[in-house]
T-cell receptor, first 112, second 112 residues
Framework: EAGVAQSPRYKIIEKRQSVAFWCNPISGHATLYWYQQILGQGPKLLIQFQNNGVVDDSQLPKDRFSAERLKGVDSTLKIQPAKLEDSAVYLC??????????FGSGTRLTVV | GENVEQHPSTLSVQEGDSAVIKCTYS??????FPWYKQELGKGPQLIIDIRSNVGEKKDQRIAVTLNKTAKHFSLHITETQPEDSAVYFC???????????FGSGTRLQVQP
C-alpha cells in the first residue's frame, strides 16, 4: 500500500510569513494526526482528526496555527504568522485502528 | 496528560553487543506502548509494540518488556548491527484517546 504523502519536503521562510503543509494519508485511514518534532526532541501532537472532525487540538497554538481535513481525506496545516521557534519537522500520520500509526517523511520548516 | 520519560539519550555499543532503552510513563490509563525507529530525514517507523495485557513480546532480535505496576517498559536489541544505528522513540497511548505521547528519543550508535 502507498504510504503517507507529505509536501513540500523542505521550506524556508522569513519570520512573520505564512506557510502551508499538505498531507495525503493512507487510503481508508480515518484518523489523521499532525505532529511537530523540534530538533533533538520527540514528536509532539498538534491536532488529531477522525474523518473530517477534530478530536483533539488542545496543543495547537490556535493564534497562529490552523488545520483542516476537508472531505475526510487530505489535510493541510497552516502557520500564520511564523515565528523562529516554529522551526521543526512537521509530521503527518494516519491510522485505521488504535494501533500502529504510519508516519510520512515530514516537512522540514526553517524560519529565519 | 501523559508524560513519557526515556533514557539514555545516547547509547554507543559495539557490533554484536546488546542495547537496552528504558521508558517510564505517568498515566495509568495508557495501555499501548509502541517503539519507533527514525533514520535521518525520514519519519518514525514502527518496529515493535506491546499492549497492556502482555508482559513481553519478541520479534527476532528485538524484544519489549512491560511492567504495568511500575509503569515502565524497555526495548532490548540483541546482536546489534551497524544498520541498527538510528534514533529510537518510545511512546504510550490510552487507546480510548488514540493519540501517542512520545519520549525524547535515544540515539543509538553501533560501532563496527
Amino acid at each position: 500500500e502507498a504510504g503517507v504523502a507529505q509536501s513540500p519536503r523542505y521550506k524556508i521562510i522569513e519570520k512573520r510569513q505564512s506557510v502551508a503543509f499538505w498531507c495525503n494519508p493512507i487510503s481508508g485511514h480515518a484518523t489523521l494526526y499532525w505532529y511537530q518534532q523540534i530538533l533533538g526532541q520527540g514528536p509532539k501532537l498538534l491536532i488529531q482528526f477522525q474523518n473530517n472532525g477534530v478530536v483533539d487540538d488542545s496543543q495547537l497554538p490556535k493564534d497562529r496555527f490552523s488545520a483542516e481535513r476537508l472531505k475526510g481525506v487530505d489535510s493541510t496545516l497552516k502557520i500564520q504568522p511564523a515565528k523562529l521557534e516554529d522551526s521543526a519537522v512537521y509530521l503527518c500520520a494516519s491510522s485505521s485502528t488504535p494501533y500502529g500509526y504510519t508516519f510520512g517523511s515530514g516537512t522540514r520548516l526553517t524560519v529565519v | 496528560g501523559e508524560n513519557v520519560e526515556q533514557h539514555p539519550s545516547t547509547l554507543s555499543v559495539q557490533e554484536g553487543d546488546s542495547a537496552v532503552i528504558k521508558c517510564t510513563y505517568s498515566d495509568s490509563a495508557s495501555n499501548y506502548f509502541p517503539w519507533y525507529k527514525q533514520e535521518l530525514g525520514k519519519g518514525p517507523q514502527l518496529i515493535i509494540d506491546i499492549r497492556s495485557n502482555v508482559g513481553e513480546k519478541k520479534d527476532q532480535r528485538i524484544a519489549v518488556t512491560l511492567n504495568k505496576t511500575a509503569k515502565h517498559f524497555s526495548l532490548h536489541i540483541t546482536e546489534t548491527q551497524p544498520e541498527d544505528s538510528a534514533v529510537y522513540f518510545c511512546a504510550a497511548m490510552d487507546t480510548g484517546r488514540r493519540a501517542l505521547t512520545f519520549g525524547s528519543g535515544t540515539r543509538l550508535q553501533v560501532q563496527p
